[in-house]
């Protein structure tokens, strides 16, 4: 069970793994893509820029002589910028500024390098990672499109970066009491709501909030074909406890039965694994410790270190002593003078039966062989 459990959370770690790799893979990907388009990006806006130079200088040096450039290829472009450059490039380090300006704001053009700036419009589009958005303006009459099916110019809002913009939103005067439009500075975030850095309204003595724009809501239209409420909320079937909720072979298609990264097995795959995971451990024991007479077979090598081992910790074998080794050892032991470490039953027996043993394993000289009583009276003399 533990080897199935070990093999899953294994096969799960290596695909983290394999999944870290992609995804470092494709956001290195991502960065050089972006790198690329902001090159092409730099290029288009050069080149724009050096030949609108190159003829602006052309036409104030010959005047009258200048060219016509409104002609062949040029004549409904002439004048316009690519759609490349009216795309906005994202930025490669990820980390994008919360502007707190949304779709539906009131904005005032504030950059030194727009073409629109002092102009007051609605945010039709915010793009978070290329901070810019566009702005729906007035449209000039000269740059509307006429009425052609498929015109060579079209007219569109360009992207305009969010550091050159500032939110317009009506405050009241302290002096007069009327509330009218302001261009807010700076904005202060704090839990999804934004309000006016540093301005403290005199009315609610607190940080002046500003709303953020009303979402549209989505409208549908009904048709004849639609299914009706009540039908798609009606309970068609109901499940009970005596039924599964599907047959037992659905789930197999469902989910691969084989897979290795599956967690939930059925209870006789799992009496078979804890099984086998017993036997091995009964086996593993033998070859560690030994039960008398092995019942697996073991290498020299296994045997050697299992001696090893039980002499290092102290543990002797089973059955290691015979009888006659102790006996021997008891004789030893009565020889010496010693006692004999008795259990119940040989503690009835008596000196007399303990010294006949001795005499019947020790061969004396006719001389000195005396009945065991002459030698306890003698002994009592003697003291």
Known sequence: MQKLLKRTAQVEKQVARRQRTVRSKNASDTRKLLREQLKYHNIARREVFVSARQAQREDWHLGPLAPRRDVGAKTE?????????????????????????????????????????????????????????????????????????????????????????????????????????????????????????????????????????????????????????????????????????????????????????????????????EDIDRKSGERQQELKWGSGTPKVMLTPVQELNRQRRMERLGVEEENGLTEEVLARIGETMVRRGRKLPLSKEMKTETTSTILEDEAKRVPLKEAEMVEPHDMMEKDEHRV
Request: glycine fraction near 6%; include cysteine.
């Open 77 to 273: 472009t002439y004048g316009t910028v690519p759609l490349r450059l009216m795309q906005a490039v994202e930025k490669m380090d990820g980390k994008w500024k919360k502007w707190g300006i949304r779709a539906g704001d009131r904005v005032c053009i504030v950059g030194a390098k727009e073409r629109d700036r002092d102009q007051i419009g609605v945010v039709k589009e915010v793009t978070e990672k290329a901070e810019s958005c566009k702005i729906s303006i007035a449209t000039p009459e000269y740059m509307k499109t006429g009425s052609q099916p498929t015109p060579a110019v079209q007219t569109t809002e360009g992207p305009i970066p969010l550091s050159s913009v500032r939110l317009v939103t009506p405050v009241v005067d302290p002096s007069t009491g009327i509330k009218r439009d302001v261009i807010v500075n700076e904005l202060t975030l704090a839990n999804n709501r934004r309000y006016i850095a540093n301005y403290v309204d005199p009315i609610t003595n607190n940080y002046h909030y500003i709303p953020w724009p009303a979402k549209s809501k989505l409208e549908f239209e009904d048709h004849d074909d639609d299914t009706l409420r009540i039908d798609v909320e009606r309970e068609t079937w109901i499940p009970t406890l005596l039924r599964a909720p599907m047959p037992s072979g659905v789930i197999d298609e469902l989910r691969n039965k084989y897979s290795k990264f599956r967690t939930r097995h059925e209870d006789s795959y799992l009496d078979m694994l």
